[in-house]
């Protein structure tokens, strides 16, 4: 099976615009979760995607947002960015959200 | 609220010995725990897990132990290869609700297995 894919792999964007980032999950996998690593906080878990449906949020504002389609592909939208934003982009799947995660390689997002 | 704890921030090991990498938790509801190694700007890539209701469990060099009452797991790697040099995550999950596709991951610890 084809593991996870995040597209793109790296992005520069600068303060006050707006990024898309997607995720096509492992096949059959209907669970999609999303992480943000930063060198000081670690890896912190943003949202949770279920067929179609939000199930769980981290504590992160509301310029990060998501949409699942209903081929479980996944994809997650931070507005009015901020220098604060650069980070590394991690999306997982997992069968049902509650069992082992798979990791992507990840988006590297910069923002000047 | 640190809930996840990899107290040590590096380890080193020569080739052929035993690498041990500590996680300890303090969030009691944690019944199912994950180690994930990582290169810097690549993903995770999951090595074992275990579920609260086991206290070992083991994959070729690798093996998770888990102490419930002391709120601690460890990692295993034997025998230590050069290969394995990069930075240990673990992580844990709750049951589902609140939590549901949520992993709480430690800080990390980098072990470098030296040739």
């Known amino acids: 099976k084809a593991g996870v894919t995040q597209t793109p792999r790296y992005l520069i964007k600068t303060r006050g615009q707006q990024v898309t980032l997607s995720c096509s999950p492992i096949s059959g996998h209907r669970s999609v979760s999303w992480y943000q690593q930063t060198p000081g906080q670690g890896l912190q878990f943003l949202f949770e995607?279920?067929?179609?449906?939000?199930?769980n949020k981290g504590n992160f504002p509301g310029r990060f947002s998501g949409r699942q389609f209903s081929n479980s592909r996944s994809e997650m939208n931070v507005s009015t960015l901020e220098l604060g934003d650069s980070a590394l982009y991690l999306c997982?799947?997992?069968?049902?959200?509650?069992?082992?995660?798979?990791f992507g390689p990840g988006t590297r997002l910069t923002v000047l | 609220d640190q809930q996840v704890k990899q107290n040590s921030p590096s380890l080193s090991v020569q080739e052929g010995r035993i690498s041990i990498l500590n996680c300890d938790y303090t969030n009691s509801m944690f019944d199912y725990f994950l180690w994930y190694k990582k290169y810097p700007a690549e993903g995770p890539t999951f090595l074992i897990s275990?579920?609260?209701?086991?206290d070992k469990n083991e994959d070729g060099r690798f093996t998770v132990f888990l102490n419930k009452s002391a709120k601690h797991l460890s990692l295993h790697i034997v025998p230590s290869q050069p290969g394995d040099s990069a930075v240990y995550f673990c992580a844990a999950m709750s049951p589902g609700g609140t939590s549901y596709g949520k992993l709480t991951f430690g800080q990390g610890t980098i072990l470098t297995v030296h040739p």
């Open positions: 275990i579920s609260s209701i086991k």
């Open positions: 995607y279920f067929s179609e449906t939000q199930r």
């Open positions: 997982a799947s997992s069968s049902a959200g509650q069992d082992t995660q798979y």
